[in-house]
């Protein structure tokens, strides 16, 4: 690359580039450092040793490794090879995020006919047997008033609890699949209720995450 100036009139500058493009670069290894199991990371990743440089797919192998929400931090960077010009090597770095965590916190709502207050909380498993599968604990203890606690016609206490397992890249790298159960407690205006849930589900993602069929 090469920046040439000439001087055409006073007071200005013309500015010529002169550039000459390097070598087609195209990936060597792909080697992942840091934590996090190689072989699950190998199948979000988009990269492959043989591919064309692409610093999209660089990218998008971050924004697919970090949708996981196994580590605190994803990065992903080239390393030119000392011996092969149009060679550069991908590293992969992973830190975990904390294995066990914990979320609380306060909540209220107010409807027409009907008031709650509530102490959410949240439970996370990463890693869960292994892999990146993650299992969520979320109960949402409560207590309704209907219409108004001022002056209630009916009240109780209230319950929503989801328990959730999810494996990543199940079968293929992009499908993921889903498994809920529940205990739902509660008081509406007409009547309580209670009773067991369960889900089962399938998540497909197309065109590198942005489609996501479910």
Do not use: C
């Amino acid at each position: 690359r090469k920046v040439e100036r000439f001087m055409v009139l006073a007071g200005t500058a013309e500015i010529r580039l002169h550039v000459s493009p390097g070598p087609v670069v195209h990936l060597g290894e792909v080697r992942f450092t840091g934590d996090g199991p190689a072989s699950a990371l190998r199948r979000r990743a988009t990269v492959r040793s043989g591919d064309r440089y692409d610093p999209t797919e660089l990218d998008v192998t971050r924004a697919r490794i970090q949708g996981t929400a196994q580590f605190s931090v994803v990065r992903v960077g080239i390393e030119p090879s000392p011996i092969a010009p149009d060679v550069a090597d991908v590293v992969i770095e992973t830190k975990q995020a904390r294995r066990n965590e914990i979320r609380h916190g306060v909540g209220a709502g107010l409807e027409r006919n009907r008031m709650l207050v509530e102490l959410p909380f949240a439970y996370t498993r990463r890693g869960f047997r292994g892999g990146l599968r993650p299992l969520r604990l979320s109960p949402r203890p409560g207590y309704v008033w209907v219409p108004t606690f001022w002056s209630p016609d009916r009240h109780g206490p209230s319950m929503l609890t989801n328990l959730t397992f999810t494996q990543p890249d199940w079968l293929t790298p992009n499908l993921s699949a889903r498994i809920g159960i529940g205990y739902d407690l509660g008081v509406e205006y007409a009547f309580n209720y209670h009773g067991p849930r369960g889900v089962v589900g399938l998540d497909y993602t197309l065109w590198r995450d942005r489609i996501l069929f479910g």
